[in-house]
């Protein structure tokens, strides 16, 4: 199984395992479906080398996860962290999403589980690295394009995309560890 196969199936389960916590509290008068089984069936669907989500998301599953208490991050800007004639690594932006209006916006979106990562900070990918990185900026007297960043311990690794229904925002889970 290669590595990024089992990231995959790693946030999957992790995932899997959040949502059945989350079903093992007591049941309220009426029953309800669980809201978060729809993002785990499709990213599960995904993983297993589907090109798309067997059912489209709700931007409901995207409300009940973050009221069930998991946080949701946006993907913001793509960021040149460094470049030489050799090649280039990227950064991407992410920033923590609190307005529930804000979850139906056109970017992609990530159910978070695992650690808590700060409200805002860039991934780092490159030579298989998926490093959580804050406070970016422009490095001063450089030859070559370069920004640097305080490093944290934490790595995001995150399902495959699905898409939401009528044109929504993309959406995955993250696994922060």
Request: aromatic letters at 8%; zero cysteines.
């Amino acid at each position: 199984m290669n590595t990024h196969r089992l990231q995959q199936v790693l946030a999957v389960t992790a995932f899997s395992g959040v949502v059945a916590a989350g079903a093992a509290v007591p049941a309220s008068a009426a029953p309800s479906a669980n809201p978060l089984a729809p993002i785990t069936a499709a990213v599960a669907s995904v993983s297993d080398g589907g090109s798309t989500a067997s059912a489209k998301l709700p931007v409901d599953a995207l409300v009940a996860a973050r009221n069930a208490g998991l946080p949701i991050y946006e993907a913001g800007e793509v960021e040149v962290v460094y470049a030489s004639k050799m090649g280039a690594y990227y950064g991407t932006e992410y920033r923590r999403v609190y307005e529930v209006d804000a979850l139906t916006s056109p970017t992609t979106k990530f159910v978070a589980v695992g650690a808590v990562a700060p409200d805002h900070f860039y991934v780092v990918s490159g030579d298989k690295r998926s490093d959580i990185v804050v406070n970016m900026r422009p490095a001063a007297n450089q030859i070559f394009q370069r920004m640097t960043y305080d490093t944290t311990p934490q790595k995001w690794l995150n399902s495959p995309l699905v898409q939401l229904q009528d044109g929504g925002p993309s959406i995955g889970i993250a696994l922060i560890r």
